[in-house]
């Protein structure tokens, strides 16, 4: 019989609003999934049911605007990292097609007057009535409810709970609004043509507001994948490959995809919205020394943040 893995869903009132028992007991079990499946589900994050259908109404309407429109969105150089990015321009590692998706990045802004400010590319304005103001909100929301995850895993990893609090101020991260786009004709696709590909996030963790249709699975230990589908309005959360590289392999980076649907659910949209929770470039990705011991040797070279995501940006065909 094939083993089945739960998914465990979390309640973050429980860590910002909780007694210390409670505190400690989010911070274990976030810790023992991450450890185990690298996936969890998190209840009462900040993005209300409001805020969620506005989101997802203007991006279906950005994507329904004329492919020439679009493209006036599309900064070259910028490696997707602001803006708009056409179809075909994307790959996961290793994969010899591109996923079926165009996508649109918002990144940080900075109000404090930090001199990392020089470092960002301006975000792109989209002339479409409350888009940057929606997007900008969730941000914003999404932002804050990592810095909370973060001091949970920190105090789970026995380190001061602000351990990454200036590591992530005005940190690097990216809101993504994705559209897998509809396939008139599935059956002439390539073979390994997929809504996104088997691959591991580059950040330190991924915040899924939801999707519009089934399609995300992950990868079980014992090589099954397993579907992930978030209950009502909660958020999907998994570690990424930095948070992954500091901790020397204790927390997974689970490796997971968007499958296509039957083919005749291929005429449909889908849509996704995850924040990538990413550190300032100049962290340093060095493995924490907690984390080795003689079963578990330093498997990293050290690095920095910005280093490492370079790399990978080449890896998946953004650079």
């Known amino acids: 019989m094939e083993n089945l893995v739960q998914i465990p869903r979390l309640d973050l009132f429980d860590y910002t609003q909780g007694t210390p028992k409670?505190?400690?007991?989010?911070?274990?079990?976030?810790?023992?999934?991450?450890?185990?499946?690298?996936?969890?589900?998190?209840?009462?994050?900040?993005?209300d049911k409001i805020l969620i259908t506005e989101l997802y109404d203007i991006i279906r309407q950005f994507f329904a605007l004329p492919e020439a429109i679009k493209a006036n969105y599309?900064?070259?150089?910028?490696?997707?990292?602001?803006?708009?990015?056409?179809?075909?321009?994307?790959?996961?590692?290793?994969?010899?097609?591109?996923?079926l998706k165009e996508f649109w990045q918002r990144g940080q802004t900075v109000t404090d007057g930090d001199r990392i400010a020089t470092e960002y590319p301006d975000n792109v304005s989209v002339d479409l009535m409350g888009f940057d103001e929606i997007t900008a909100e969730v941000y914003r929301r999404l932002e804050r409810s990592g810095r909370e995850l973060l001091k949970a895993i920190a105090s789970y990893l026995h380190l001061d709970e602000d351990y990454?609090?200036?590591?992530?101020?005005?940190?690097?991260?990216?809101?993504?609004?994705?559209?897998?786009?509809?396939?008139?004709?599935?059956?002439?696709?390539?073979?390994?043509?997929?809504?996104?590909?088997?691959?591991?996030?580059?950040?330190l963790i991924t915040l899924l507001i939801g999707a519009s249709a089934d399609g995300l699975e992950v990868l079980t230990h014992n090589g099954t994948w397993l579907p992930i589908k978030a209950e009502g309005d909660d958020i999907v959360v998994n570690v990424g490959d930095m948070l992954q590289r500091l901790t020397n392999n204790k927390l997974k980076?689970?490796?997971?995809?968007?499958?296509?649907?039957?083919?005749?659910?291929?005429?449909?949209?889908?849509?996704?919205?995850?924040?990538?929770?990413?550190?300032?470039?100049?962290?340093?990705?060095?493995?924490?020394?907690?984390?080795?011991?003689?079963?578990?040797?330093?498997?990293?070279?050290?690095?920095?943040?910005?280093?490492?995501?370079?790399?990978?940006?080449?890896?998946?065909?953004?650079?």
């Open 74 to 99: 599309e900064i070259q150089g910028l490696a997707g990292q602001r803006g708009y990015t056409s179809k075909g321009r994307e790959k996961a590692k290793d994969a010899n097609v591109p996923d």
């Open 253 to 319: 980076s689970t490796t997971h995809r968007v499958v296509n649907p039957p083919v005749e659910l291929m005429k449909n949209s889908r849509y996704s919205v995850p924040f990538f929770l990413h550190p300032k470039v100049n962290m340093n990705l060095a493995v924490l020394p907690s984390c080795i011991d003689q079963n578990n040797p330093k498997r990293y070279v050290d690095c920095t943040a910005g280093e490492y995501l370079d790399e990978r940006l080449r890896e998946i065909g953004l650079k």
């Open 22 to 47: 409670q505190r400690k007991q989010f911070s274990d079990e976030i810790g023992k999934a991450f450890t185990e499946i690298g996936f969890v589900t998190i209840t009462n994050h900040g993005m």
């Open 164 to 203: 990454f609090e200036d590591k992530i101020h005005n940190g690097n991260s990216i809101l993504r609004a994705i559209h897998y786009f509809p396939i008139d004709n599935p059956e002439a696709l390539p073979e390994d043509a997929v809504r996104a590909g088997a691959h591991e996030d580059i950040n």
